[in-house]
C-alpha cells in the first residue's frame, strides 16, 4: 500500500503512522507478510500466499458475554517526507478490540519489515498503539500478544514494550513443528 495524504491515518506520531487498511492494501500486506520469512521459518510455517487476504477477511472472536469487539488491521508507514505523496507500508497489526474481554486488546499479528526491524519501527509503532487504544477504546485495560516459546526477538521485543509473561501457555502443531505458544499481556497506562 502506498500511503497518500487521502488515506485514513489513525494516528500519527511523528516517527510513524498507524492507518487501516483496505481491501485495495492486501498486495502490499501480503509483500509484508512474504518479507518476514525468520518469523514464519520461527513459527514453523510457510507464508501463504494469501495469508493477508485471509487475516483481513478473518471475523472477529465470537464475543465473551455480549461485548461487542472490533476487529482492525492497520498499516506502519514512515511520516510523509515535505512534498511526498506517499510512502511505501513498513509493517502491519492485526489487533483484537475487547476480546476476550471487553477490557483487552489482543494482537493477532505485529509485523515490520525484516530489513527495517532494529530501528525503532516496532517500539513507534507499539508506543502510537497503545496512544490510539487508549484515545479511541477507553475501556482496554490490558493488551494480550501471544509468541511461541522460540521466538526469542519477539518475545524480548514485547519485553522490552512492557509486557510481562503470564502462566497461559498452549501447544500448536504436531511432530517436527509442534511449538508452545506463551501468552503476555501489557496493562495499558493512562495519561
Same mark, same amino acid.
Given at each position: 500500500?502506498?500511503?497518500?495524504?487521502?488515506?485514513?491515518?489513525? !494516528?500519527? &506520531?511523528?516517527?510513524?503512522? @498507524?492507518? =487501516?487498511?483496505?481491501?485495495?492494501?492486501?498486495?502490499?500486506?501480503? $509483500?509484508?507478510?512474504?518479507?518476514?520469512?525468520?518469523?514464519?521459518?520461527?513459527?514453523?510455517?510457510?507464508?501463504?500466499?494469501?495469508?493477508?487476504?485471509?487475516?483481513?477477511?478473518?471475523?472477529?472472536?465470537?464475543?465473551?458475554?455480549?461485548?461487542?469487539?472490533?476487529?482492525?488491521?492497520?498499516?506502519?508507514?514512515?511520516?510523509?517526507?515535505?512534498?511526498?505523496?506517499?510512502?511505501?507500508?513498513?509493517?502491519?497489526?492485526?489487533?483484537?478490540?475487547?476480546?476476550?474481554?471487553?477490557? !483487552?486488546? &489482543?494482537?493477532?499479528?505485529? @509485523?515490520? =519489515?525484516?530489513?527495517?526491524?532494529?530501528?525503532?519501527?516496532?517500539? $513507534?509503532?507499539?508506543?502510537?498503539?497503545?496512544?490510539?487504544?487508549?484515545?479511541?477504546?477507553?475501556?482496554?485495560?490490558?493488551?494480550?500478544?501471544?509468541?511461541?516459546?522460540?521466538?526469542?526477538?519477539?518475545?524480548?521485543?514485547?519485553?522490552?514494550?512492557?509486557?510481562?509473561?503470564?502462566?497461559?501457555?498452549?501447544?500448536?502443531?504436531?511432530?517436527?513443528?509442534?511449538?508452545?505458544?506463551?501468552?503476555?499481556?501489557?496493562?495499558?497506562?493512562?495519561?
Amino acid at each position: 500500500m502506498l500511503l497518500t495524504t487521502m488515506a485514513i491515518s489513525v !494516528i500519527d &506520531t511523528g516517527r510513524i503512522i @498507524l492507518a =487501516r487498511l483496505d481491501e485495495e492494501d492486501l498486495e502490499e500486506a501480503q $509483500a509484508i507478510f512474504d518479507d518476514n520469512r525468520r518469523y514464519h521459518h520461527t513459527v514453523g510455517r510457510t507464508v501463504a500466499p494469501d495469508v493477508a487476504r485471509r487475516a483481513f477477511e478473518r471475523a472477529p472472536p465470537k464475543p465473551v458475554k455480549g461485548v461487542k469487539v472490533f476487529k482492525r488491521m492497520l498499516g506502519i508507514f514512515p511520516p510523509l517526507e515535505e512534498d511526498a505523496q506517499k510512502a511505501d507500508m513498513i509493517g502491519l497489526i492485526d489487533i483484537y478490540i475487547g476480546y476476550p474481554g471487553y477490557q !483487552i486488546a &489482543t494482537i493477532a499479528t505485529f @509485523l515490520i =519489515r525484516e530489513s527495517l526491524q532494529h530501528k525503532g519501527f516496532g517500539t $513507534a509503532a507499539m508506543n502510537a498503539l497503545t496512544t490510539w487504544l487508549r484515545r479511541e477504546h477507553p475501556a482496554v485495560e490490558w493488551i494480550d500478544a501471544s509468541v511461541t516459546d522460540n521466538n526469542v526477538a519477539a518475545t524480548k521485543f514485547l519485553l522490552k514494550a512492557g509486557f510481562t509473561r503470564t502462566d497461559s501457555w498452549h501447544d500448536v502443531g504436531e511432530g517436527d513443528t509442534k511449538r508452545r505458544v506463551i501468552r503476555l499481556e501489557c496493562r495499558l497506562k493512562r495519561a
